[in-house]
């Protein structure tokens, strides 16, 4: 066994990744956000980590475009909500 302190202090820095002693990593879901082409409707999800990258180039007010897999237009986050 390990000695008591150093467990502790293991557990108080890697506890999260454990899971009744097994390591069970970073297993947060992924996030996606619907993207649809503006040019034929083909819905894609992408996930929320490589919106919020392709964020970082954008101007103030731009929108995320990536492009559509099915005809290579334009693909922009779809309005989920529908008010
Ligand atoms: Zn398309």
């Known amino acids: 066994m390990?000695?008591?302190?150093?467990?502790?202090?293991f557990y108080e820095l890697?506890?999260?990744l454990f899971e009744n002693g097994e390591f069970v990593g970073l297993k947060?879901?992924?996030?996606t956000i619907l993207f649809k082409c503006i040019d034929c409707g083909t819905e894609d999800e992408v996930p929320d980590f490589v919106v919020d990258e392709f964020s970082y180039d954008l101007d103030?007010?731009?929108e995320v475009e990536?492009?559509?897999?099915?005809?290579?237009?334009?693909?922009?986050?779809?309005k989920t909500n529908p008010k």
């Open 14 to 16: 890697f506890g999260h």
């Open 60 to 62: 103030e007010g731009e």
């Open 2 to 9: 390990a000695k008591k302190g150093e467990q502790d202090e």
């Open 28 to 31: 947060e879901p992924i996030v």
């Open 66 to 78: 990536t492009e559509c897999p099915a005809c290579g237009g334009t693909m922009r986050k779809a």
